[in-house]
């Protein structure tokens, strides 16, 4: 029986961070339900938001970050990370020429909503993401071992149910295999394919804080989920996303007669909070108009921007004409498996970073480009901490199969069914009548007490999305104001003196649901 020092779930920019920053003496497998180039770190446009810029401060990217996330973020979490930024991506960028630079080697900076200065690093025009990706892949060590095609779906705690010593997951052909580790890691990023749009890649649906919730991790502020105002939008369908850089360079939202939509909406107009600014764009689809982003300010768009370049080319669209047609869909979980900024989950031996985590950084609207800085600053603080941890091997037996499950098969709803109910009665715009219906249709399958090992990775998937879909819903519910990427019509503004400064945290125990609102003294004021 093998057992690793460290063990990866997940293959974004969070994991091999970590994975690349670890010892050489340590063993470290990784393991990916698809291919490494399938994470959604790799498709990110926009970049890494750092107070870098000559006229720029660590202050004012806090105070933008408090702002965003509308005072309900951790304040001592925002000020270690937001701080640790400058020197981050400057160490960065004298490793690899992964970033932009103008004629005189200096880093190029973007503006994106939200921000009061110019302060986002990025690579390959828009494609900074790919760019981080792959310096990060040929850094890999050759003791990390990376297991593409693996699908993890159950987390093994010891027979005091008190550690993670590891985790269950099967292989193509449907084989179980167990993987045993001293340190369990999840980064699997969140959950947006929960929605019928969204910019997430396929293989983003919540599998990670699932497990975590299923072994009895508290899981929190899963109410708030962050709609990206701007998805390429032809004919009911998003296609990818059109980056807020886009609007950082210039260009503004407008009506089909092209009349602007931001103008009083709020101050940054077009560049206001991505809640803001995607709630108003609903607004305008739901009385069947339609929206785009025009486009003719910017100068050599194509060069700027080639890979929106390229998805709007392999959809029909004439950039000539200078207008990109869009809507909002979902883009980032601010909630997830509550940990601390090195990534300790509530049950020793497991941890979560990057977007599957929740740190309190981005509270209730994630700043733009501070997801990227999150899972970068996370992977290395996590390293450094595993780096001097004690070698003590966990013991492996008796194994306590934490979830046996009391339901043997159950017929699940399809895939669609779940994104469109989730969309419609759980998106951008929320009232009681359609969560509690969603809440009811939702607890009819009772998808936390169903037996895992009998069902397919594709069914297992649906299993997952279903428990996430009610995690989401029932703090949806129980949060009776509105605060950033939760939007309640029926309490539509924000409730300081009930609301600020509570968190709903969930928690599943011996098959049972607790809940309850936690007071989090360090929030913002």
Known sequence: ???????????????????????????????????????????????????????????????????????????????????????????MSRQGDFFDKNPNGELL??????????RIVHGGGDATGKN????LINCLKEKTFVEENVYAYELLLNSEKNRCIGVKAKAVDGTIQRFYARHVIIATGGCGQMFSFTSNAKTVSGEGIAMAYLAGAEIVDMEFVQFHPTLLYINGETKGLISEAVRGEGAILVTDDGTPIMEGVH??????????????IYEYLRNGQNIFLDIRKIPDFNKRFPSITAICEANGIRLLDGRIPVAPGSHFLMGGIKTDLIGRTTIDGLYAIGEASCTGLHGANRLASNSLLEGLYQGKQLAEWLNEARKEAPALEPIHLYHSGKQEKVILPEMHQIKSSMMERVGIVRNEMNLKRQKAWLDQFKSAEINLDAYSAKDMSKIFMLIIANLITDSA????????GHFRSDYPFEDDHNWLGKSIIHKYDQGMEKNHECIETTLAT
């Open 132 to 135: 981080v990706m792959e310096f």
């Open 477 to 484: 519910l129980k949060r009776t104001e509105s605060r950033g």
């Open 109 to 118: 900076l973007g503006m994106e909503g939200a921000h009061s200065e110019h």
């Open 1 to 91: 029986m093998t057992t690793y020092d460290v063990l990866i779930i997940g293959s974004g920019i969070a994991a091999l961070q970590l994975a690349v920053q670890l010892n050489m003496d340590l063993n470290v497998r990784i393991l990916t339900k698809k291919k490494v180039r399938t994470a959604n770190s790799y498709l990110a446009q926009g970049g890494i938001a750092a107070a870098v810029g000559a006229d720029d401060h660590p202050a004012k990217h806090i105070a933008d970050t408090l702002d965003a996330g509308r005072f309900h973020n951790n304040q001592d979490t925002v000020q270690q990370v937001i701080n640790a930024a400058p020197a981050l991506i400057r160490d």
């Open 267 to 280: 101050p940054l107009k077009d560049l206001g909070p991505r809640h803001v600014v995607s709630q108003r």
